[in-house]
């Protein structure tokens, strides 16, 4: 009998990433020994702090080799304190769940929140996973373009004009990858004024909080109303980005408790808790570090001073127009003035044709803008050194002057 493989709908239905295309095609290049510079990675390149990786081995060597779920209590009471501390909100620990990276936090949400046909709004350009979860919950998203005209936010009444009986939630993130802009306050305040106005959910991805250069505030959406607290906003954070733990997978959500409730069934039946060290070393993280602590204020002065390098070089690039990042560890140019220019032969018309002449002509790897829903921008992240930003800023005047 012949098998009856098929894969199901909703992995077909789900887009192949367009970083993985580039990023494959560095790889290989760098396999066969090419001289590759890449801006691609979303992860900051410094180690995690020694503390938290000296947390995580006295676990794992004191035996904490079992489930996870006993090390929930330790973290989120340590998160919660950082909840009220750095961002004046009060949850209770039934109010948060710990998930493997603030990914899983985001799909659990979007799953448990989510029906067919309902609608997302997602403000463009946008982190290419808020899409194909919601794609893979079912749901329909719904993108709100932005430009460099309004630093790639979007405005209060942008977001009022596109909600629908439909809608069921509304997708921020601030500070934004891969625009690295941030939001004043005040644009928070005007945005949570109309999700509270016409009672539309939404996740905040704040992921990228304690990366914010220049004096803009961080403002969580949950803090601006009671209202918003209590039944609208779930906040989305992790350990990623703020304390260099890519690889340890902690991220988690704090919300409304009867939704919070519904997200853990969802993940005790998908992952169960993270590993019991990584816990331990997240529970150390927030418990010993915040937004004022050395290691962070080392990291975010070290990302200021590449940021405002490559920010200035990619300005005087031929064709490259790049407005000031403010936050996160990404430029997000706009290349627009390259199109229609050839290069030993290849025409490039699009973002994905410029990266693959960067990519192969000049050996600099950036990911296109498609991946993020834009046609017109690239995206170069400086979590690398100086010397590989001018470099490989290097390397890109040669090609856009030839
Ligand atoms: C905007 C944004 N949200 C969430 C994440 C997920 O981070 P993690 O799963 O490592 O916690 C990332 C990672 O790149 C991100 O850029």
Not at 296 to 313: D, G
Request: aromatic residues 8%; contains cysteine.
């Amino acid at each position: 009998m012949a098998s009856r493989f098929k894969l199901a709908r909703r992995i077909l239905d789900v887009q192949p990433s367009a970083t993985l295309a580039v990023d494959a095609k560095a790889k290989a290049l760098q396999a066969q020994g090419k001289d590759i510079i890449g801006y691609g990675v979303g992860e900051p390149d410094f180690d995690t702090p020694e503390h938290i990786v000296a947390a995580g081995t006295k676990a794992l060597s004191s035996g904490d080799t079992k489930y996870g779920a006993k090390r929930g209590p330790e973290l989120k009471k340590a998160i919660c304190e950082k909840l009220k501390k750095e961002n004046g909100l009060e949850y209770k620990p039934e109010q948060i769940v710990v998930s493997n990276g603030a990914k899983q936090s985001l799909y659990n949400l979007i799953q448990v929140l989510v029906d067919e046909g309902d609608e997302v709004i997602i403000p463009a350009p946008f982190w290419v996973s808020y899409l194909e979860q919601v794609r893979l919950a079912g749901g329909k998203p719904v993108i709100l373009e932005t430009d460099e005209s309004t630093a790639f936010k979007i405005t209060p009444e942008q977001l009022e004009k596109a909600i629908t009986p439909k809608t069921r939630l509304f997708m921020h993130n601030s500070p934004s990858n891969p625009t690295g802009s941030v939001y004043t306050p005040q644009e928070i305040k005007a945005i949570g004024a109309v999700l509270e106005k016409t009672g539309v959910l939404a996740l905040s991805d704040e992921i990228y909080e304690h990366l914010i250069y220049g004096d803009i505030q961080p403002l969580s959406l949950a803090a601006v109303s009671p209202q918003l607290h209590k039944e609208q906003v779930i906040t989305i954070n992790g350990c990623s980005k703020s304390f260099s733990m890519t690889g340890w997978r902690i991220g988690w959500a704090a919300g409304p408790e009867a939704i919070m409730k519904a997200v853990a069934k969802f993940q005790s039946h998908a992952t169960s808790d993270p590993a019991a060290f990584s816990q331990a070393g997240a529970a150390e993280a927030y418990g010993r570090s915040d937004v004022s602590s050395a290691a962070i204020i080392e990291m975010r002065s070290q990302f200021n001073e590449r940021r405002k390098v490559m920010h200035a070089r990619l300005n005087t690039l031929k064709g490259f127009k790049c407005i000031e990042p403010l936050g996160a560890f990404y430029c997000f140019p706009n290349v627009e003035g390259v199109f229609g220019r050839t290069f030993n032969g290849v025409t490039v018309k699009t973002p994905m044709d410029l990266c693959n002449v960067a990519l192969e002509q000049a050996g600099v790897a950036m990911v296109p803008g498609e991946a993020f829903g834009s046609q017109k921008h690239v995206r170069l992240s400086y979590a690398t050194s100086m010397e590989l930003i001018n470099k490989g800023i290097d390397r890109l005047e040669k090609l856009l002057n030839s």
